[in-house]
Nanobody, 124 residues
Framework: QVDLVESGGGSVEAGGSLRLSCQASRRTLCMAWFRQAPGKGREGVAS????????RGAKSVDGRFTATHDQGRNALYLELSSLTSEDTGMYYCAAKDSHPCSVERSTIGEYKFWGQGTQVTVSS
């Protein structure tokens, strides 16, 4: 069992930044960030394996979102910058102990452990 606790969400104006954190109760093979906008399905943002980003999801966040992993702390972070209203949604941390460490839509069901999510709201 792995407990995941996200934090750092909030309300910001367009163009602003946030830093999301995810604390895991133990080390896992793979950790990832997903997000879900209102009325839409869950989409992957980035996944990390052994401290390195191995998969990026939504093209719309390229160059604006940066995932980092602190293996010693079992923590995953997501730096969000140049936020737009389309980034509004619930951001989830997920983890698993199996390959592949991907955020492709087809792999979402393979993540066994999920956090409760942290809300990001961007006003234009």
């Amino acid at each position: 069992q792995v407990d995941l606790v996200e934090s750092g969400g909030g309300s910001v104006e367009a163009g602003g930044s946030l830093r999301l954190s995810c604390q895991a109760s133990r080390r896992t093979l793979c950790m990832a960030w997903f997000r879900q906008a209102p009325g839409k399905g869950r989409e992957g943002v980035a996944s990390v394996y052994s401290g390195s980003i191995v998969s990026r999801g939504a093209k719309s966040v390229d160059g604006r979102f940066t995932a980092t992993h602190d293996q010693g702390r079992n923590a995953l972070y997501l730096e969000l910058s140049s936020l737009t209203s389309e980034d509004t949604g619930m951001y989830y941390c997920a983890a698993k102990d199996s390959h592949p460490c991907s955020v492709e839509r087809s792999t979402i069901g393979e993540y066994k452990f999920w956090g409760q999510g942290t809300q990001v709201t961007v006003s234009s």
